[in-house]
């Protein structure tokens, strides 16, 4: 039987194996805030304060990996196999090196990264805890991510989904032993989480590697190498303002996040606890919107513009519904769920207005998530990174602090600032798919 090209598949043939990967990949933040909670609120608070530095660093790998296997993608979509090959070894070495680069850059900095967040003795001390463990597993986390990218190229998602699986119950286990001092081994605390989230990348990156190796059939040769220099332009055309936009996102996280250690630890406690459901809303849109972005690719590579429109839109409409339904269906579902973390009536208060602030949130959240990764795809990264960034930094930050603190909502204001964010990118973003200019930005 002839093997479909993946710019001819189905959206959902190659997405729901992506959805049910990302839903398995946010179990883990989600499970690790659970078994730090059962230390103490104070830890789980402590250490989901460090959560937006981490996704600021994780979403720039995310995308230098998704540009990589974007252009893998055009080359692929153009038949030309022998560049993709070459492009493929060039990303895989290149976002090796990169994790490491986190990881001597953030090591030295774990004591000091909780303090410039604002945190204060005793959730300080276990977020320190946790940097200064889990930053060692930064290259494994860069080689993960690498891979998925690439496995999910070709069309393999459903391998994702198996590795990603067997990675979360691994870390489920690991959990355990550390936590209750199995085997032997002293009981770890924070430390033991942390080591169970570095083992578990390990473990994923080593799974993933075997699925390139022997059902993509990827293998290194001289010629990838000589190929550098004329490939990596492209990537870091591509690469450096991919991933300035979703860095400067976690970064005005980041800023978020002071304001609510500013506010209080209710607030924060309440953020981190809320947070971890809110997120449960967009796997169905970026698990879609991420099979969208490799179709966007492979049609580019074909120059079949007029398919990879229709390919976006359609994509829309199902990620902007569900991401709706979905935040409606966590809000009226929120107590049940956040009672899981925690019985403290006012975490709960706020965490229950929080979830309906969300349902705000999602649906343009949706948009930005699909129209931005197409336009990456198709290699118009530059407009989603300048423009993306300065509304955010201005239209989205003076939104967000009125109506905390001017109009006195608080938390609950800094999330509705978040929602306004989300808005007004939206509509910039889809001026810009609608005009056409990414057409001219392919690499092929």
């Not at 204060?120 to 001390?125: F, N, V, Y």
């Not at 459901?277 to 580019?300: D, P």
């Amino acid at each position: 039987m002839k093997q479909i090209d993946v710019k001819d598949r189905s959206l959902i043939s190659l997405s729901w194996p992506l959805i049910l990967t990302f839903a398995v990949s946010m179990i883990q933040p989600m499970m690790d805030s659970w078994f730090l909670s059962r230390t103490s609120e104070t830890a789980a608070a402590g250490v989901g304060a460090m959560l937006p530095i981490l996704g600021a660093l994780f979403t720039a790998l995310h995308a230098f990996s998704q540009s990589g296997a974007s252009i893998v993608s055009q080359y692929i979509g153009a038949k030309q196999n022998s560049h993709a090959s070459s492009t493929q070894t060039m990303v895989l070495f290149g976002s090796i090196l990169l994790g490491i680069a986190l990881t001597l850059i953030i090591y030295p900095l774990s004591g000091n990264i909780p303090q410039w967040m604002g945190l204060t003795e005793a959730p300080a001390e276990y977020a320190t805890q946790f940097l200064s463990v889990v930053s060692f597993g930064f290259a494994f986390r860069a080689l993960q991510t690498i891979l998925t990218a690439l496995i999910a190229t070709h069309g393999l998602t459903i391998w994702n989904f198996v590795g990603n699986t067997l990675t979360i119950a691994t870390n489920a286990a690991l959990n355990v032993v550390f936590l209750e001092g199995l085997f032997g081994l002293p009981k770890m605390g924070v430390h033991g989480v942390a080591l169970a989230t570095a083992l578990s990348w390990l473990i994923s990156s080593g799974i993933l590697w075997l699925v390139l190796k022997f059902k993509v059939h990827h293998h290194s040769k001289i010629r990838d190498w000589k190929r550098t220099r004329v490939l990596l332009p492209d990537w870091i055309r591509i690469g450096l303002p991919a991933a300035a936009e979703p860095i400067s996102f976690q970064l005005f996280q980041v800023f978020i996040t002071a304001m609510v250690v500013y506010i209080g630890t209710t607030a924060m406690t309440a953020r981190v606890f809320a947070g971890n459901f809110a997120a449960l809303s967009v796997i169905l849109g970026v698990g879609l919107g991420s099979g969208n972005q490799i179709l966007v690719a492979h049609l580019v590579g074909a120059h079949d513009y007029v398919k990879a429109n229709r390919r976006v839109h359609q994509t829309l409409a199902v990620g902007i519904t569900s991401g709706f339904l979905l935040s409606v269906a966590v809000a009226l579902l929120g107590e049940h769920l956040l009672r899981l973390y925690t019985d403290n009536p006012e975490v709960l208060r706020l965490g229950k207005i929080c979830l309906w602030c969300d349902v705000a949130v999602q649906p343009f959240k949706a948009v930005n998530f699909i129209v931005t990764t197409s336009l990456r795809a198709a290699g118009d990264s530059k407009f989603p990174a300048l423009v993306g960034s300065g509304m955010m930094w201005t239209l989205g930050l003076a939104t967000s602090l009125i109506l905390a603190f001017v109009v006195g909502l608080d938390l609950p204001g800094l999330w509705l600032g978040m929602a306004a964010d989300e808005f007004y990118r939206s509509f910039a973003n889809i001026w810009r798919w609608k005009s056409g200019r990414w057409k001219s930005k392919a690499v092929v």
